[in-house]
């Protein structure tokens, strides 16, 4: 079984950053593809970025490409997302989301039912 925990989430300023860390126990680590999802109250779950396990093959959803980004680091078995030019409907609680059976190079998984393990959840406010 995996284990996920979120870090990193608080308040922020408009226009300020946030660096979200997702850590994993359990499983194996270097052959999940990961994702981070979103979700603000009253709102459907929505995708982010996924990052393959090789960590080179990187997706953005449209609203967070050029400002945010997804690493990893398969030695300490941790994803980050960190995120840049914060507006105040980027508030949710962001979770972090492992992929099982996943080719090397493969993280093109955009949608919540294509994980198989989630964290808790991080959660993040940005004032205006």
């Known amino acids: 079984q995996v284990h996920l925990v979120e870090s990193g989430g608080g308040l922020v300023q408009a226009g300020g950053s946030l660096r979200v860390s997702c850590a994993a126990s359990g499983g194996t680590f270097s052959s999940y593809a990961m994702g981070w999802f979103r979700q603000a109250p009253g709102k459907e779950r929505q995708f982010v970025a996924s990052?393959?396990?090789?960590?080179?093959?990187?997706y953005y959803e449209d609203f967070a490409s050029g400002r945010a980004t997804i690493s990893r680091d398969n030695a300490k078995n941790t994803v980050d997302l960190q995120m840049n030019h914060l507006r105040p409907e980027d508030t949710a609680v962001y979770y972090c989301?492992?992929?099982?059976?996943?080719?090397?190079?493969?993280?093109?998984?955009?949608?919540?039912?294509?994980?198989?393990?989630w964290g808790q959840g991080t959660q993040v406010t940005v004032s205006s």
């Open positions: 989301a492992a992929r099982a059976g996943t080719t090397y190079n493969d993280g093109y998984y955009l949608k919540s039912s294509e994980y198989h393990y």
């Open positions: 990052i393959a396990p090789n960590g080179v093959s990187r």
